[in-house]
DNA sequence: ATAAGATACTTGATGCATCTTTTTTGGCAT
DNA sequence: ATGCCAAAAAAGATGCATCAAGTATCTTAT
């Protein structure tokens, strides 16, 4: 069970989902990990309120289920829904390199290429949970520079859910999950749109390699348990 | 203020969400309609705990917005934000239509020809809300019949953002709204994605007309107001 | 009559008590 | 040792009291 982040927000409820949120994006959770409002509440030296507000909206995303009225999990992601959630990322995760390579300054250029070095540096010291940050910073930069706050949200969400897969699989991934970076960033100098979207797309797809790896794993597991 | 169905979930929680969720699709809240915990608690006959948990899963999607931290509203889309929507739209319902295509069955089919016959009998008969609910149906069958629960649920997010603004906008829309589902169906039949997506496309791009002049209206009625 | 300040009210946030249902546990019989 | 049942503990849902911050209203001095 991680520990969290302290709470610096705008309100007990928001800063506690913040910390989840943090929490499960850096993969400190794992799939099937239990949470119990009160022992939350405990960490967080709240009462229960905030955390319940927190679990709730988490829930509603599907970041964190009710398997049964009290027994709230951390989901494991099935195969089908992995593949789903890839393709949904192909599409929006496209559109916002589209667009991103139709307006990028040079400052938003600057600014992916510090990402990329910074990620470098950190896949070279080995420090993974720095490297699947600066990862996900990266993806996160371009609807930003793409000016599409609702797409932002939408990709939010999804790596919420995907948060609890990523945490070792990016180990034998090694720096072939920022490879493509660099395409990405020579179609946005060039203005280039449908370059873009094939660079941002071949990420997608083959930096996800380890994590549809993992799930197989993980479900031939679960059927021989049963 | 509209009147609310009645309560018959899981728990009251997720029932008061459900009620509020129905009755922004619907279109019953108007851009700006302020909304009080207390007021709904009593209107829903339960205390203001289930009312905010519901408020907070409605704010957590941006269905509703906190504009200072006392004061809860519908938010008024901008037409940036609407033209956005629409762009992850077209992406995410061209996804749906064309993976549909590949796996409608016959009763699929039926099915979505039942949709759009009653709602050719709602648009003779003037019924808006029915119309506007079976054009709704419409819309979700496809990641229904597609087996996408993922980007369900992300339409049903961004439906819930769009529900104030289509109250009346389909008014003049007339039949217009779904003269583009039958080139959907038509291609569904054929099992031809391409023409699937291309159809759906039609439908968000064109269908969504008076929307965009509507918003184009209050914004300069805003601009006016400063 | 008007404007500034003080008072009362409104309202969401937080904490906490209680309720119901689920889950665990302990003991007993097989 | 194992499986099952009952009692106890756990845990989320709900309701409600209180708090703090913002808003409206009323008073009072000019």
Redesign the interface.
């Known amino acids: 069970m991680p520990e969290f982040a302290t709470l610096d927000h ?2 007990l ?1 928001s800063a506690v989902y913040g910390a989840l949120c943090d929490a499960l994006i850096q993969g400190r959770f794992q799939p099937g990990d239990r949470l119990k409002i009160r022992d939350l509440a405990e960490q967080f030296g709240t009462s229960v309120t905030p955390i ?2 927190a679990i ?2 988490l829930a ?3 970041a964190i289920t009710f398997r049964s ?1 009290r027994d709230i999990r951390i989901p494991s992601m099935s195969e ?2 992995y593949r ?2 890839r ?2 990322r192909v ?2 995760e ?2 916002a390199a589209e667009t991103a390579a139709q307006v990028a300054t040079s400052a938003d250029i600057d600014c992916l290429e510090q990402i990329l070095r910074d990620n470098e540096r950190a896949i070279a010291d080995g420090d993974r949970l720095k490297g699947t940050q600066l990862n996900q910073a990266f993806h996160f930069m371009l609807p930003e520079i793409a ?5 932002n ?2 990709l939010r ?2 790596w919420l859910q995907m948060g609890p897969l990523i945490s070792d699989a990016y180990i034998p991934g090694g720096r072939a999950m920022i490879d493509h970076h660099y395409p990405v960033i020579e179609a946005l100098k060039r203005h280039d749109s449908a370059a873009a979207c094939m660079a941002i797309v071949d990420d997608i797809l083959l930096g996800g390699k380890p994590i549809l790896e993992r799930i197989e794993r993980e479900e031939r597991l679960q059927m021989m348990r049963v």
């Not at 000016?147 to 797409?151: A, C, E, K, S, T």
């Open positions: 705008e309100s409820s319940r507000d709730l909206r509603n995303e599907e009225p089908s829904r789903e959630i393709a949904i599409k929006l496209g559109l000016g599409l706050p609702v797409l949200g939408i969400r999804l």
